[in-house]
Nanobody, 125 residues
Framework: QLQLVESGGGLVQPGGSLRLSCAAS????????IGWFRQAPGKEREGVSC????????KYADSVTGRFTISRDNAKNTVYLQMNSLKPEDTAVYYC??????????????????WGQGTQVTVSS
């Protein structure tokens, strides 16, 4: 059973940066697309970014394009989300998720089979 563990969340001032990590273990397939989602209080969980199993395809939500960068190190079984120029509206619990997919990635929340426990990101002065 694939397990995902997020880390790197915390409190940061507006304009600051954080790097989230998603460490995976227990692989049963060579091909996993990874997505980052977030959920703010009172709101639905939304897709933020995703990356294909090889790392050659990446997608970003319009709200984070130009500020967030997703990457993966398959040798370390870890996916990163570098978040720059953070805004108060980025405050949320951030989750990474995995799905069996050889090509591409997606923001479809229901398409992902495995989820981490989440890490809190708070952007406030």
């Amino acid at each position: 059973q694939l397990q995902l563990v997020e880390s790197g969340g915390g409190l940061v001032q507006p304009g600051g940066s954080l790097r989230l990590s998603c460490a995976a273990s227990g692989f049963t397939s060579d091909y996993y697309a990874i997505g980052w989602f977030r959920q703010a209080p009172g709101k639905e969980r939304e897709g933020v970014s995703c990356i294909s199993s090889s790392g050659d395809r990446r997608k970003y939500a319009d709200s984070v394009t130009g500020r967030f960068t997703i990457s993966r190190d398959n040798a370390k079984n870890t996916v990163y989300l570098q978040m720059n120029s953070l805004k108060p509206e980025d405050t949320a619990v951030y989750y990474c998720a995995a799905r069996h997919l050889r090509w591409g990635c997606s923001f479809g929340r229901n398409e992902y089979d495995y989820w981490g426990q989440g890490t809190q990101v708070t952007v406030s002065s």
